[in-house]
């Protein structure tokens, strides 16, 4: 949903934040989690107060610039200071580090369908139970709890485990959670002591109650209720369900009109650890900034070793590589991928040529045949009409006619509202070459349609050929199987990490692109204020709505294997993820196979992931040798972890230690002829089996593989193999920078058990 362009707007408000350095901001005050001096307290919320009290001038009340007291996603607090007093509040005995609050960005009748889910004996939904007995917590703009998806008919009662509340608020009480939405909660305070220097008329709940409808639409996805002939206007006809609609849902509301605070994020993630919930579900972040000085990563690492789930949006910043967020190992990232489904809007143009687009219009109405009008491309000055850009477009110039808005800078479905406001009749969207051939459709204020850049190119030379251009659009209806799909989404980010490149990431991709869900009834399909259209279900594009889509599926797994690990969780969904698109041909990016770094381990499949034969799992102390092996110092680890430890004596004992991980990323440095990875497979298929590596060699690389049959005489026994890199000669001068290839371990007599990991090799000379 949020673009570079946001992300860009960030850093440059941090910018303006600096020059004004003695005014009070948040920050996040990280403690020893067995502090010397905390024994001297009767309770955390004293100790934490402590620290504000010695920094700040005795008259004032430290509760005043206290915002947030934690305890389970991390030891320590959030505060406002100036910058002048963190000089003394750094030196205080037991403050690990201070981080300042960083602001995040949030970034399907049919998907479930379209990933295999069917109500066949064996499959993932009758095998876990639809995710019965499973908690999904969601982080994002909250829920509107009447919304059909929310009902919680057929519901098994509430886990007795469950710690969690029903917050009640403005619009949103007690009687709002059911058996289906078990709890709901709000964090605010991060949110408004950054929000009060800029003007606030926004009107938003103040309750858990979604004002946005980005929430309400995630949670849907990931454990939406079925409700029968869900449509957008006739559009996407169908039974809308989430991917575990038998799982709990549990909302935490931490973003809001202003984006999303990571001291609100850990606040909502500290209680959830405690609320009880198996997974959360986070459809947001920033920028890539490395583990230590993450948030979300920490936080994460928290919920991980409570045996939580952490499922995260990869972000929006794609094709540009090195752009994907939230690539903590120990959290699954998601990028995303297109559906088959497609809404057919195309343009025929007085010329006799037709450009293909897509639009959610509803088809009946007005312009369904087609009728022919002026069309105009106002590129006047630099007022920004080529935009739509609001009181851009003179009202004698596009009254009546089709108008050609470029797509970018901001909203697509604003751009609509431009130009009805403006007296225009149409809309085209053209894609820029930042968006190629990317189609998200919207539900548009007038008769519209969006085309890719190739398009565009055409339709614009044909504006400029002729004294009186025509042209218009036939909308199609819904046409579903007849593009290649899954492809990779245009937007959706890139690998390699740019904290961490020994991980690849992202790790799976899921649909993100015209996805339907749920969505509050006092907005209109567009979310824009002007609009006034009632629905209960809406389209969204993003790596926001691709997060869910696992985060149900993760739901699935552990409802069918209650004590798998998160590690194992992701494994499962890993090693089955599909590296082929529907026709059997490699997954598209554009024109061109997609690459490991766009795909991770591919496409996910939640009929595979139930039950994938053989799991990489991973215990908690297994990712503080991995830290070490990075070359993290102490203190940046004991921040992270929470674990005082010495990586010298780690790494003398554990000298060729790699991460236990599904998918190998392997990186050669100058003078570096090979490099050896161990791996350990545990099965959890069945007893007494045999399983054979095969392998598809990267280019310029030979893999060696010991031993290259691993046989298994029961269930839950483990067996290590050792993985050897060597890059051949000549290497150094290639042109291409990393190359590609897959192990995959592949189960003697039962061809269902296919245990794939992709490999990426980057040669990395100075
Ligand atoms: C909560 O809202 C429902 C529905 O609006 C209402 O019937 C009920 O009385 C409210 N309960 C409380 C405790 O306010
Ligand atoms: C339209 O034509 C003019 C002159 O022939 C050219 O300068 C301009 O770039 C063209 N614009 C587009 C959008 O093709
Ligand atoms: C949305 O769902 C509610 C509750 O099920 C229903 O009363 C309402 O008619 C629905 N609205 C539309 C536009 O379908
Ligand atoms: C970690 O341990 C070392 C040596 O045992 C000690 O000097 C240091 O203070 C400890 N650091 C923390 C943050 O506990
Ligand atoms: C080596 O790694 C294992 C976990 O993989 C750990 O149990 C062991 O303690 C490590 N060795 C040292 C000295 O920390
Ligand atoms: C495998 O391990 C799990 C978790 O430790 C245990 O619950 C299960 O019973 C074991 N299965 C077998 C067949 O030993």
């Known amino acids: 949903m949020k673009s570079n362009i946001q992300l860009f707007v960030f850093s440059l408000s941090l910018y303006i934040f600096s020059l004004h350095a003695d005014t009070l901001q948040t920050f996040i005050i990280q403690l020893h989690p067995h502090g010397i001096t905390s024994s001297q307290f009767t309770s955390k919320l004293n100790w934490h107060l402590s620290f504000i009290k010695q920094t700040i001038s005795t008259d004032e009340d430290p509760s005043s610039r206290l915002i947030y007291s934690y305890q389970s996603a991390m030891e320590g607090f959030a505060a406002q200071f100036a910058q002048s007093e963190l000089e003394y509040l750094q030196k205080l005995p037991d403050v690990i580090s201070i981080r300042p609050d960083r602001q995040h960005h949030v970034q399907t009748t049919y998907s479930y369908k379209f990933l295999g889910l069917n109500f066949v004996k064996g499959g993932a939904w009758y095998q876990s139970g639809f995710g019965r007995g499973t908690i999904i917590g969601v982080l994002d703009t909250g829920v509107w709890p009447e919304s059909p998806s929310f009902n ?51 009107q938003e709940y103040v309750s858990p109650r979604d004002s946005h409808g980005h929430g309400t639409h995630t949670s849907s996805t990931a454990g939406g209720a079925s409700v029968q002939m869900a449509s957008v206007f006739g559009n996407g006809a169908g039974v809308a369900r ?16 202003n984006g999303c605070y990571s001291s609100d994020i850990l606040a909502a993630m500290d209680v959830a650890i405690r609320d009880g919930v198996d997974i959360l579900s986070l459809s947001l972040g920033g920028l890539p900034v490395p583990l230590y000085d993450d948030s979300i990563a920490i936080g994460s690492f928290r919920a991980m070793e ?24 120990w959290i699954t990232t998601i990028g995303a991928s297109t559906l088959d489904r497609r809404f057919p809007a195309i343009v025929h143009m007085s010329n006799g040529e037709a450009l293909y687009g897509e639009s959610m219009y509803p088809a009946n109405l007005l312009m369904s045949r087609g009728k022919e009008l002026e069309l105009v491309y106002v590129t006047d000055g630099d007022t920004g009409s080529q935009y739509c850009f609001r009181g851009s477009l003179p009202r004698e110039k596009v009254h009546g006619k089709i108008v050609v808005c470029d797509r970018g800078v901001y909203g697509r479905a604003e751009k609509g509202q431009v130009v009805k406001e403006a007296g225009g009749a149409a809309m085209i969207l053209a894609n820029t070459e930042i968006n190629l051939e990317e189609d998200s459709v919207d539900v548009h204020v007038l008769p519209a349609t969006s085309i890719g850049f190739a398009e565009s190119i055409h339709l614009k030379a044909y504006i400029n050929s002729t004294m009186r251009p025509q042209a218009r659009i036939v909308f199609g209806g819904t046409v579903i199987g007849r593009s290649r799909a899954p492809a990779v989404a245009q937007f959706s980010a890139r690998g390699p990490s740019f904290t961490n490149p020994s991980i690849l990431k ?5 649909p993100g692109v015209n996805i339907i869900a749920a969505w509050p009834q006092n ?3 567009t979310g824009l204020p002007e609009d006034t259209r009632r629905v209960n279900f809406t389209v969204m594009s993003g790596t926001s709505m691709a997060c869910p889509h696992v985060g149900g599926i993760a739901a699935l797994v552990r409802s069918a294997h209650p004590k798998w690990s998160p590690a ?3 494994s499962a969904i890993m090693t089955t993820a599909e590296v082929t698109d529907h026709s059997g041909k490699p997954i598209l990016d554009g024109n061109e196979p997609a690459d490991v770094f766009a795909t991770g381990s591919g496409q996910v499949n939640p009929d595979k992931a139930i039950n994938p034969g053989l799991i990489y799992d991973i215990r908690p102390d297994e990712y503080v040798n991995h830290l070490c092996s990075l070359g993290y110092k ?35 440095k100058e003078g570096m002829g090979s490099k050896m990875f161990t791996r350990r497979l545990t099965n959890v298929g069945s007893p007494n089996s045999i399983y054979s590596v095969e392998i598809i060699e990267p280019e310029g690389v030979k893999v060696i593989v010991k031993p ?3 046989i298994f005489k029961h269930i839950n026994q483990s067996l290590s193999y050792r993985v050897w890199f060597v890059s051949r000669k000549g290497t150094k001068t290639r042109r291409m920078s990393f190359t590609q290839g897959h192990l995959t371990w592949v189960h003697s007599s039962n061809a269902f058990y296919k245990v794939r990991s992709p490999i990426a090799v980057a040669w990395k000379y100075k």
């Not at 992202?506 to 899921?510: K, M, N």
């Open 634 to 668: 102490r203190s940046e680890i004991f921040s992270i972890t929470h674990r005082n430890v010495s990586c010298l004596d780690i790494m003398r004992t554990n000298r060729s230690f790699s991460l236990n991980y599904p998918s190998i990323s392997v990186i050669f």
């Open 708 to 710: 290259q049959r691993l």
């Open 506 to 510: 992202p790790d799976v991709i899921a």
């Open 568 to 570: 194992a969780i992701k």
């Open 152 to 202: 919680d008919h057929g519901m098994p009662p509430i886990p007795t485990k469950w710690r969690g509340i029903c917050q009640e608020g403005q619009s949103f009480n007690s009687s709002n959670c059911n058996r289906k939405l078990i709890g709901a909660r709000y964090f605010t305070k991060g949110h408004i002591v950054a929000s009060t220097s800029l003007q606030s008329n926004i």
């Open 306 to 329: 409570h045996g939580i789930s952490v499922i995260c949006a990869a972000g929006n910043n794609g094709p540009i590589p090195s752009s994907v967020a939230n690539a903590a190992p």
């Open 242 to 257: 989430g991917m575990a609609p038998g799982a709990h849902i549990a909302v935490y509301k931490v973003c809001w009109f």
């Open 523 to 525: 907005l209109g399909p």
